[in-house]
């Protein structure tokens, strides 16, 4: 049996199985200790990753080398990109996912990591010296060493199930939770807060009368999530939609006064974009009507997850309700939907490292820091992990500013400004939008993640053909003309006006009404895009189009680079300048922002304390 | 920066006067005061009190003062301050300035007072900068507009435009990161009446720069027509001086003339220019150049017309050369002593037309009310906001400029990603005068208006 390791994960969710992969692979000895081995990577909530945002999280995760894309692909059960209508920016992979299978395939993408040993035990308390992380004793009274420990203790810390009037302790449906960790946190000076989520009913697919409602397809031509998959799935599963209506809602309003959450049973605070179903109801009484999605929860089962009918309200009321919305007259439920109430630590006690400010060598990943979402939990797991690993040999901390990714942004807000309702990603969270594509995050990240020792060397040689093929073409486009007689007919047959002078193709590719799908309507241009594959041709096309979007935004990045880098020294004594705002001195003090970009992200923080501050480092 | 040490002074005009001012501000501001004033010891006075006393620096009495003290926080600068009033001497008040100097004070910079007022709090930014407009201000006007942003006027003007910006914006994001919801998005018509309604409200604020200006540095007005036509004449009559000389030849005014003249509050800066015909004597043709220059500069143009020498037609020939002026015009019929006229016959030649008697002095009334039209005073008069600060109307410019970048894509069908990336600049924009706008703002916004989630 081994005691000592390098860095130790608490919890093996999205955020724990990230964070073991990403420190076994960089070259740590790993102890990965979950409560129940049956139950790596447990998709809790919906069968489901990416989306808008947070498909694009699961890109970067992807292109710095963690495994959340490649596991998505495998055991995807239909594929969108959704948002197809809009700018590049706005394109986002969305699958519905094989509940069983992905948590199979990461626990064999894990077990084949020979870095990582697993432990099937609770997690008690941690051993800490000084002020310094030495490892953690565990309920069976083992004990365990590592200079680094990842806690990612998702809802399990302090986890009150809660169903109509009915509430008992538990980590997720069926499991138990975890005790004695927040409070020895809470001793050692973290300060704990409480939060809430929800989740539907599952009913049984064989009950469902499809006819009545709108079958939701997966796309045509579907693509993928990693920059590794080369084939993306061949069968899909379709989603349906139906609708709750008056009668629904009648029969909902009746559970009313056994609701956990109106009755104030409830004391977390649950998320605005992710209500109940009969926080809807109550919220937005003038819609009569919510929509409901059916999602299969894999190829080889018949359960269904009914998407936006979360609900704590009691069970038989949920049935009741249930079997009046169109297509469920004759459902039968799997198992009751409920709420979950737990601990978690506000993140503005994190650094950008997400290492707590308090315990050197403790990491922090996932619901813990008050986020929700699979996407969200595996970029901060991927990103303590990396650190976890950097921590225990000494390197460098790695971080990501705003405008590199979506992951920058979760955590840069997520130590500054904290948050009181479950974080969850969303592409206006980003004030670079246009840079941080889906199709762009190897070009932002895999080199990073190549130096780290994460990307593998195919990854960074897939990445840099890419690269050099989307070059090759945008070069190809520039040397190549058309003359009018060889454009206009082509032009004219795809409804657009034609060419007086020659030009090269790339000036095509720049109008708003032409674009690579006509190309292949014309015969003499058809050569030159089979030698590209999908991907690459998308790629060009984004950089020539909208050239002038990009542009504009690299120059508000650069604009705002001069204050965001501006160091402010870590032993800045807020406290001398009595001009402060009492309210921004007590965060300043607390919070210690690195930079003044981040000190004017801090709520609370005015304009007018940003220019103070500015005036007292002689700016 | 340093705010702990203590700054000194003159807060009166530099020069001989009456009564000369010294004002002290930081924390050791009474204590060093007290150290050469003979009378009651101040350490132990209460704050807004006024004390008689001598002021003595190495055995010799410099000066019987009044010292007016104030406490920390009330006070212009939130820190303790002290202000001497000594006799007006540049002697005394030197050796009272010299002798608080090696008590350890300091002597401020320019705008320091005001900027430890803003550092500590006393004001926001906008204010802060009204501040100093107040302390320039140098005519009645000027010193009613810098008090109205000082209250706070232009901010809660900013702060409505500000709550548009968000709504349109959350409108904007909603379909984006909600497209997938079940909500209704705001169409592309509706969106654009929004920017045009954003830019109205943003117009006025803009327009109010010209005359915001105007009040703040003068208003540029030069005076132009024939030689001979009476331009020194009237210059003469409004300044109530013989201030250019005036004869029968034409021609005697050689060069332009400046000077300052206060009308209602507002302070005109009047050009008198050489008359405007071709020339062959040198001298003249260099002062018929330079008045093209001037009215090149102008904020406002007086065209005077010899109703003894021109007709309708004529002028309008003449004023065509005008025609693409960017600034007011007003058309001055002059000498009507002397002729009888028919004023029906000239209504169309332009927007604003005086007739009047130079010499006589007759109708000099109403043109003082259209020189105020004009340059749009009324506006003031309305309480509504001026925009005097510089800063202030370029950001506004850019915002503008930024919000018809986001119309145009929403008129080019563009997708909102590229409308919400312009409109995020335009929000920047504004931010750098209201203090930023965040994007949990727009969230907050959207969360509370519409039904979000699966």
Request: hydrophobic share 40%; net charge negative.
């Amino acid at each position: 049996m081994q005691y000592n390791y390098d860095v130790i994960v608490v919890g093996a969710g999205h955020a724990g199985c990230e964070a073991a992969n990403a420190a076994a692979k960089m070259g740590s000895s790993v102890l990965l200790i979950t409560m129940n081995l049956q139950t790596i990577a447990q998709m809790s909530c919906n069968p489901a990753m990416g989306g808008v945002a947070k498909g694009q999280i699961v890109r970067e995760i992807d292109a710095l080398g963690g495994m959340s894309g490649i596991i998505s692909d495998k055991t995807m059960i239909q594929f969108r990109m959704l948002n197809r209508s809009k700018g590049p920016a706005m394109w986002s992979p969305r699958c519905q996912s094989d509940r069983m299978k992905f948590a199979e395939e990461w626990r064999w993408a894990l077990e084949r990591n020979t870095n990582v040993d697993f432990w099937q035990d609770s997690v008690q308390e941690l051993i800490v010296q000084n002020k310094e992380l030495k490892g953690v004793k565990t309920r069976m009274g083992m004990s365990f060493y590592a200079p680094s420990v990842v806690l990612t203790n998702g809802t399990f810390l302090n986890g009150l199930i809660h169903i109509g009037e009915k509430s008992f302790g538990g980590g997720r449906m069926a499991e138990p939770n975890a005790q004695g960790l927040t409070e020895q946190l809470v001793s050692l000076g973290f300060e704990s807060g409480r939060m809430k989520t929800g989740t539907p009913p599952r009913v049984d697919g064989r009950s469902l009368n499809y006819e009545a409602m709108e079958e939701q397809k997966g796309d045509e031509n579907p693509s993928s999530f990693s920059y590794l998959t080369k084939e993306p799935i061949k069968e899909q599963r379709s989603c349906w939609i139906t609708h709750t209506n008056e009668k629904v809602h009648d029969v909902l309003r009746k559970g009313f006064e056994k609701s956990p959450m109106f009755a104030g049973r409830i004391k977390g605070l649950g998320p605005r974009y992710c209500p109940s179903v009969e926080d809807k109801i109550n919220r937005f009484a003038d819609k009569n009507s919510h929509q409901i999605f059916v999602e299969p929860e894999g190829w080889e089962t018949v359960e269904i997850y009914v998407n936006g009918f979360s609900t704590s309200l009691p069970e038989e009321i949920q049935f009741e309700a249930i079997k009046l919305i169109p297509g469920f007259e004759k459902a039968k439920m799997f198992r009751p939907g409920y709420a979950i109430e737990y601990d978690y630590f506000p993140p503005t006690q994190l650094s950008p490292t997400l290492e707590t400010k308090l315990i050197s060598g403790l990491f922090f990943a996932g619901q813990i820091n008050g986020t929700t979402g699979y996407e969200e939990a595996a970029c901060q797991g991927l990103m303590a992990g990396i650190n976890a690993h950097q921590h225990t040999h000494q390197l460098n901390p790695f971080t990501l500013s705003r405008s590199e990714a979506y992951i920058g942004v979760l955590i840069d807000d997520l130590i500054n400004k904290g948050t009181d309702e479950p974080y969850r990603m969303f592409t206006s969270r980003a004030e670079f939008r246009t840079l941080l594509r889906q199709d762009n995050a190897d070009e932002r990240l895999t080199e990073k993640g190549f130096e780290l020792g994460l990307a593998s060397q195919e990854r960074l040689d897939t990445y840099l053909q890419k690269k050099q093929n989307v070059e090759n073409l945008i070069q190809e486009l520039k040397s190549n003309k058309l003359k009018p007689t060889e454009a206009n007919p082509w032009l004219e047959s795809i409804g657009v006006s034609s060419i007086k002078e020659g030009a090269p193709l790339i000036n095509f590719i720049k109008r708003s009404d032409v674009g690579f799908e006509h190309f292949y309507k014309n015969e003499m241009l058809i050569p030159i895009l089979k030698k590209y594959s999908t991907e690459e041709i998308e790629q060009a096309e984004i950089i020539i189009k909208y050239e002038s979007y990009i542009d504009k935004e690299r120059k508000m990045v650069d604009k705002m680079k001069s204050m965001e880098d501006l160091q402010i020294p870590p032993q800045f004594d807020y406290d001398k300048i009595k001009t402060l705002s009492t309210e921004s001195r007590i965060k300043l003090n607390k919070l210690r922002p690195q930079t003044i970009g981040q000190a004017s992200r801090i709520s609370g923080v005015s304009a007018s304390d940003i220019s103070i501050l500015l005036l007292f480092m002689g700016r | 920066m340093n705010i702990s040490d203590t700054i000194i002074a003159l807060a009166t005009p530099a020069g001989v006067g009456a009564i000369g001012v010294i004002r002290l501000s930081g924390p050791n501001a009474i204590a060093m005061v007290n150290e050469v004033f003979k009378g009651k010891d101040l350490s132990k006075q209460e704050g807004n009190t006024l004390h008689f006393g001598r002021i003595e620096y190495q055995a010799q009495v410099l000066d019987e003062v009044l010292v007016s003290l104030f406490r920390a926080p009330k006070s212009y600068t939130k820190e303790e301050v002290v202000e001497i009033s000594c006799h007006g001497s540049p002697y005394i008040l030197e050796s009272v300035i010299q002798c608080l100097v090696e008590q350890g004070a300091r002597l401020a910079q320019p705008g320091e007072f005001t900027q430890r007022a803003f550092m500590n709090g006393a004001f926001d930014l906008a204010q802060a900068e009204a501040v100093a407009d107040l302390i320039a201000a140098d005519s009645k006007a000027a010193q009613r507009a810098a008090m109205h942003q000082l209250r706070g006027g232009f901010s809660k003007e900013l702060a409505l435009l500000r709550e548009q910006l968000i709504h349109f914006a959350s409108l904007i994001e909603l379909e984006l990161d909600f497209s997938e919801e079940d909500v209704e998005f705001a169409d592309r018509e509706d969106l654009q009446n929004l920017v045009l309604q954003l830019l109205e409200k943003l117009q006025p604020l803009l327009d109010s720069f010209k005359t915001g200006n105007a009040i703040k540095n003068g208003v540029a007005t030069v005076i132009i027509g024939k030689p001979n036509a009476g331009k020194s004449t009237l210059l003469n009559a409004l300044l109530k001086e013989d201030r250019a000389i005036v004869s029968d030849i034409a021609g005697t005014t050689r060069d332009s003339l400046e000077d300052e003249w206060l009308l209602g509050g507002v302070r005109f800066r009047l050009v008198d220019t050489a008359g405007l015909r071709e020339t062959t004597d040198v001298i003249e043709a260099i002062g018929v150049e330079r008045t093209n220059a001037w009215v090149k500069k102008a904020q406002l143009v007086l065209y005077v017309a010899d109703l003894s020498q021109e007709s309708p037609m004529s002028l309008q020939t003449v004023l065509s050369e005008y025609s693409d002026l960017e600034v007011p015009l007003i058309l001055l019929l002059n000498k009507t002593d002397e002729v009888n006229f028919k004023s029906s016959d000239w209504v169309e030649l332009a927007e604003y037309i005086v007739p009047i008697s130079a010499k006589k002095q007759v109708g000099l009334d109403t043109l003082e009310q259209t020189l105020l039209d004009a340059v749009g005073i009324h506006q003031l008069n309305d309480q509504g906001t001026l925009v005097t600060n510089v800063r202030h109307y370029q950001k506004l410019l850019q915002t503008k400029e930024t919000l018809i970048e986001v119309l145009n894509a929403l008129r080019t069908d563009l997708s909102g990603d590229f409308v919400a990336q312009d409109l995020r600049h335009a929000l920047y924009h504004l931010g750098e005068i209201t203090g930023t706008i965040s994007n949990d703002d727009l969230l907050k916004n959207i969360f509370g208006k519409f039904c979000i989630g699966k």
